[in-house]
């Protein structure tokens, strides 16, 4: 009995142990180590984030790869277009909200903010993901495959790098919740002409993609 | 015998074991020579009143709590921006934290650290960066390893702007791996 006792109190604090030290429970990712393996031979190359900033991570690429990252907060494009109601223009803000010459940008880290957007305003942001990104460039995102349940909760996920396998998820307020998720074949169409490199489906419901963008003549082969 | 020897060599010459000797003995004699010359660090401030417009440079360091647009420039100094700072210039130095706020680009030889309430709007040019949870920034930041020649951090920097302010052209070079 009391052998049985002692087992049953650990495995009920085992998901314990996933959370962490800084409380937000810390999840094993797939595709950022092939994320980075992707830019690991560049020089200086030119990262976009658009989740939110966060030091660590700012710390774990700029040290990992010595490169230039840009920080466009999307999740502050969303909240005030939900507040000043005018989501439904998103896509026309998409369109010019990027200031960066076209083909500039080594790899774009998505995050789960296109979780965020209706499907316009998903296609807008992925064309211009497309336009921005240098051949063989690379793209992480994040998809949520489960319908979201009833009372949305509204809350983004900072994501935070623990190192190149495990990520931190941290929630914090939003103005909207997750939308409708995308089916695999939209997602597909929407990043045209990027491919789908690597996929991962997570336990926690999360569909992992890495998108490439065919790098000119015979580099495309080799992948 | 051996006791005998140890005891009499290091008061009279240094032992043939000259690296450990080094680190440990000679220090004795040589710290009291040194600590006159000790630096003495003055801390000057701006004050919260204080509103300047134009080119900002010194050979020391500085704690800003007032307002100044322009340019700041430390090269090998410290910048604290205080809570109370608003900058709209261009800063180099070669730590810079900021607790204010700072509307330009950061460039920095040896440390940016944004602190919790500390805001940036531009972009930041160090090797090392510490954004605190709760500072806000919006820009780009530029790690790339040490600064070598102009010229290959110049365009790369050019070539991506996120900030209102102009970009700024600074010495870097790719990181070594």
Not at chain 1, 120 to 138: D, F, M, N, Y
Not at chain 1, 186 to 193: A, G, S, V, W
Not at chain 2, 109 to 118: F, L
Request: with cysteine.
């Amino acid at each position: 009995m009391a052998f049985s006792d002692l087992f049953s109190r650990r495995r009920k604090d085992e998901p314990d142990h996933d959370t962490g030290a800084a409380k937000a429970p810390v999840h094993s990712t797939k595709v950022l180590a092939k994320f980075i393996a992707s830019l690991n031979g560049r020089t200086s190359p030119v990262l976009l984030d658009l989740g939110s900033v966060h030091g660590a991570n700012v710390t774990f690429f700029g040290e990992r790869l010595g490169c230039k990252i840009i920080v466009e907060d999307l999740s502050k494009d969303i909240d005030r277009a939900v507040k000043d109601k005018t989501i439904t223009e998103l896509p026309a803000h998409f369109k010019k909200r990027f200031a960066q010459e076209d083909g500039s940008v080594d790899g774009v880290l998505c995050w789960d903010m296109f979780d965020y957007l209706d499907k316009h305003a998903a296609a807008a942001l992925a064309s211009q993901i497309v336009r921005l990104l240098k051949p063989e460039g690379v793209v992480l995102a994040f998809f949520n495959t489960a319908e979201p349940k009833e009372p949305v909760p509204a809350v983004y996920t900072k994501h935070i790098v623990v190192d190149q396998a495990h990520l931190q998820y941290r929630p914090y307020p939003a103005a909207r919740g997750k939308q409708k998720p995308f089916q695999n074949r939209d997602i597909q169409r929407m990043f045209e002409p990027l491919r789908i490199t690597e996929q991962f489906l997570l336990k926690s419901q999360q569909r992992e993609v890495l998108f490439r963008k065919a790098g000119g003549g015979a580099a495309d082969a080799s992948v | 015998m051996w006791k005998r020897d140890e005891a009499v060599k290091p008061t009279s010459q240094p032992t043939p074991a000259a690296p450990v000797a080094s680190n440990v003995q000679p220090s004795a004699p040589v710290a009291p020579q040194v600590e006159p010359r000790r630096i003495e660090r003055d801390l000057v401030n701006i004050g919260k009143s204080v509103v300047i417009k134009g080119e900002l440079s010194g050979s020391e360091d500085l704690t800003i709590e007032g307002q100044v647009e322009g340019k700041i420039e430390l090269k090998d100094h410290l910048l604290t921006i205080g809570p109370n700072g608003r900058i709209k210039a261009q800063v180099f130095a070669k730590t810079v934290i900021v607790l204010g706020e700072v509307n330009g680009n950061v460039s920095a030889s040896e440390k940016v650290e944004i602190r919790d309430g500390g805001s940036v709007d531009g972009d930041i040019i160090s090797p090392r960066v510490a954004i605190a949870e709760g500072a806000h920034f919006r820009g780009s930041v530029d790690m790339q390893k040490k600064a070598g020649s102009s010229s290959a951090s110049a365009s790369t920097s050019s070539s991506v702007k996120t900030a209102p302010t102009p970009t700024v052209a600074q010495a870097a070079q790719p990181a070594a791996h």
